[in-house]
């Protein structure tokens, strides 16, 4: 069994618990929250032994193996850190951290403690992902990746109102790029590799997060275009263009249908059965990982987290979204 804490009390740990509780060898032994009264009321919910209010504590106890980080973006690094340094794994929400200086910080840290560190990007080790690696070759020659992910935020209402939420502060880190555009940017990254060029464009709120953005990314005889955005909805699938036929993703956040549709008007239908909890698939990727004495993920790889942060880096400067944990350079 691999004993698990988990940093974070929010809607997305309690997806992450219901999901790796489907994995046989995971089992929940310890919580961390800022405040006695969260811990104590997650810790009951889940049935959860262990609760901490204090990461230095937590980071010292034998009560787990490895942890799930769930925490603001702004405080991923820090956190990863202080755990990895005492010998604990890492599954780190996505994106790893607020800027590639700190995913830096923190594959270093992974390599000097020999601990698994691995960004918990769900989509790259989905049953639907990976039938799109596999059918690949299939399009031939491939000319165009076009990614779509927008998602009106059930925060902007109120943003809209005056009250500044975790989503839109850009002091967490925060914002579309870094919430949504990852979903675009990682498997992009996974299948290409880093492009040679970034462009982006963005609108950036009044807050200082940016609402939206878009980014053309070139590959030589291949391009990317990303769009993304926290408020407005975007119905269009994911496209990878080839010039035999062009492979269809019905959503790139969570690939659930797959098909590739020929020149000819032939349709080859890609999909595969998957659960329904679709974060299992990080947790069981972490786990199998670990069992295999291995520490790091061949797809959510320590190399690809870093070409996609470095992606997130230029296109920040590009439209001028800074954070405070770039300091002041």
């Known amino acids: 069994m691999i004993r ?182 990682y498997p992009m990254v996974v299948l290409f590799g880093q492009p040679g060029r970034v462009l982006a464009n963005g609108l950036l709120l009044d807050s200082g997060a940016d609402g939206q953005g878009s980014l053309l990314l070139s590959y030589g005889e291949m391009e990317a275009v990303l769009t993304y955005s926290k408020i407005v909805n975007s119905y269009a699938p994911t496209e990878i263009q080839g010039e035999h036929g062009t492979l269809v993703i019905d959503k790139i956040n969570q690939p659930g249908q797959v098909e590739i549709r020929y020149r000819d008007g032939s349709v080859e239908v890609l999909t595969r059965p998957q659960s329904d909890k679709s974060m299992y698939y990080e947790v069981q990727e972490f786990i199998d990982v670990l069992q295999a004495g291995r520490l790091e993920s061949a797809t959510n790889s320590h190399a690809n987290s870093l070409a996609a942060i470095s992606i997130m880096d230029e296109a920040r400067k590009q439209i001028g979204l800074r954070f405070p944990a770039d300091g002041a350079v």
Not at 58 to 78: E, Q, T
């Open 4 to 185: 698990f804490a988990v940093i974070g009390t929010n809607w997305i740990t309690e997806e992450f618990i219901r999901a790796a509780r489907e994995c046989e060898a995971f089992a929940l032994t310890a919580v961390y929250s800022r405040t006695e009264e969260k811990a104590e009321a997650f810790g009951a919910k889940f049935d959860i032994p262990h609760k901490f209010t204090d990461l230095e504590t937590m980071a010292r106890s034998d009560a787990f193996d490895a942890v799930y980080i769930a925490s603001p973006n702004a405080f991923h690094a820090k956190q990863a850190v202080l755990l990895m340094n005492h010998g604990k794994h890492v599954l780190c929400e996505k994106p790893l951290a607020s800027n590639r200086a700190e995913v830096l910080e923190m594959i270093a840290a992974a390599k000097a403690n020999r601990v698994l560190l691995m960004e918990a990007l769900k989509s790259t080790l989905m049953p639907n992902f990976r039938a799109v690696q596999e059918h690949l070759p299939k399009i031939g020659p491939v000319r165009r990746y076009a990614a779509s992910y927008g998602q009106y935020s059930s925060r902007y209402d109120a943003y809209k109102q005056g009250t500044v939420l975790n989503a839109f502060n850009p002091a967490l880190s925060n914002g579309s790029l870094m919430d949504l555009g990852v979903y675009c940017i």
